[in-house]
């Protein structure tokens, strides 16, 4: 008899987005005529940049060839990529990298998912609350997480850190040890950043405490203000304690491509039960080395050519395009007297629902009198109740429109 893994019997319910797309298909199904405008899954809309499609076109001829065919590659990414990711996203920053602790993948989902796997089980973890839901799922799937309280709509060991309109969507330091910190600048959900100087708090309890930060910026293309760091390794510090995820898919239309890195400095040290170190960029390498086997080349060829002159132009109109949807959002809500967080530096606006409606209460309010579907913040955390997350990833005519219709119908 094969038993289950019941820490897969932990999770509640289902998978956020599958629970909203049931509710747009049973809405569809009953109001065939609604034009329904989705500013819900973070999802892009614009094309990959021409300068990517003509660097995966070329990839692909090359494997058709002989002479340049390839086959597995490095588990961790082709030089070539590393050398532009390093040069182009981190040195201008003043952040060194070594070849060797930048890792390609295909994706920063499965990466912030899969890094756990290299921690103990008794691990404390900490996350912000709301919170992207892969860190805890994933964290729930290894055991590390407790049993799911229903009433508090938590897990038992989490350590969650709060984050509310009286702090300004910016988490506190936990109050007891914890070990693993999953942080998100920009967050999603709630699209705020942390300066510098909070970050800083961050990186100097991770150091007194040997904890390890897992930092997700994931959307750091999206920062405009100047002073908000892109990388935590901008941090005095930060190498010894943190590692960074990144991501091509929101910055440059991976989304469906798939192709996105992780920064794990050779500092960064983790602890066995006699006290003695080992480096998690060592164990990230035979992680990958084992269970991964490279991103295809024509798909690093692509993204290679997101650092090229032309696809940086390309890539700063695409960003810029959302940045102006964020503005549209953020400004028509406000001017409705709706409260919002985000928008400024992220392609989220987390707003507040209107006379304390619960979350799925204005989500199905926004789909039956607007037809827009956004996500409700009770699927990001107990602490999400009461919010709502609207992205800037729709098209301009589609944005407009859904403000249009949410100051007007709702
Ligand atoms: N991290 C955060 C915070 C995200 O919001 C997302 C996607 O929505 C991801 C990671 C996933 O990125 P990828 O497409 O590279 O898997």
């Known amino acids: 008899m094969a038993l289950v893994n019941e820490n897969y019997l932990k999770l509640p319910g289902s998978y956020l987005f599958s629970e909203i797309a049931r509710r747009v298909n049973e809405f569809k199904a009953n109001n065939p005529e609604a034009d329904i405008i989705r500013l819900?899954?973070?999802d892009v809309t614009r094309p990959l940049p021409t300068a990517v499609v003509k660097g995966m076109q070329e990839g692909v001829e090359e494997m058709g060839r002989s002479e340049t065919f390839r086959g597995y590659g490095p588990e961790?990414?082709?030089q070539?990529?590393?050398e532009k990711i390093i040069e182009n996203d981190f040195t201008p920053r003043g952040v060194e990298l070594s070849a060797d602790e930048v890792f390609v993948s295909d994706g920063a989902k499965n990466d912030t998912a899969n890094f756990q796997e290299l921690f103990g089980i008794e691990n404390i973890m900490a996350v912000t609350d709301p919170v992207y839901p892969v860190?805890?799922?994933s964290n729930v799937m290894a055991g590390r997480t407790g049993k799911f309280n229903i009433e508090k709509g938590q897990y038992e060991t989490i350590v969650y850190?709060?984050?509310?309109?009286e702090n300004g969507m910016k988490p506190s330091l936990p109050e007891t040890h914890v070990d693993m910190i999953y942080l998100c600048f920009p967050n999603n959900p709630t699209g705020m950043t942390l300066s510098k100087e909070e970050l800083k708090q961050w990186v100097d309890y991770a150091r007194e405490n040997r904890s390890i930060l897992l930092f997700d910026a994931a959307y750091e293309a999206f920062i405009r203000e100047e002073g908000v760091p892109h990388s935590i390794f901008e941090v005095e510090g930060a190498r010894e304690v943190a590692v960074e995820f990144r991501s091509f898919s929101k910055t440059a239309g991976f989304t469906g491509t798939r192709c996105a890195y992780t920064i794990v400095p050779k500092e960064v040290k983790v602890y066995d039960s006699k006290g003695e170190a080992h480096s998690l960029n060592q164990l990230w390498l035979r992680r990958?080395?084992?269970?991964f086997n490279g991103v295809s080349y024509p798909v690093q060829a692509g993204a290679v050519a997101v650092f090229s002159d032309e696809g940086k132009k390309q890539i700063k109109e695409t960003i810029d395009y959302y940045m102006e949807n964020a503005r549209i959002i953020r400004e028509g809500l406000q001017d409705a007297g709706y409260t919002v967080f985000g928008g400024v530096n992220a392609p989220y606006i987390w707003m507040k629902t209107p006379n304390n409606m619960d979350s799925w209460q204005f989500f199905d309010k926004l789909m039956g009198d607007a037809h827009v579907v956004g996500t409700p913040g009770a699927g990001f955390g107990?602490?999400?109740?009461?919010?709502?997350?609207l992205t800037a990833f729709g098209t301009r005519e589609n944005t407009l429109q859904a403000i249009e219709r949410i100051k007007t119908r709702m």
């Open 40 to 42: 819900g899954i973070g």
């Open 76 to 78: 961790q990414g082709y």
């Open 80 to 82: 070539f990529l590393i």
């Open 135 to 137: 860190y805890v799922d």
């Open 161 to 165: 850190l709060p984050c509310t309109e």
């Open 288 to 291: 990958q080395t084992t269970k």
């Open 382 to 389: 107990a602490n999400g109740e009461g919010y709502f997350r």
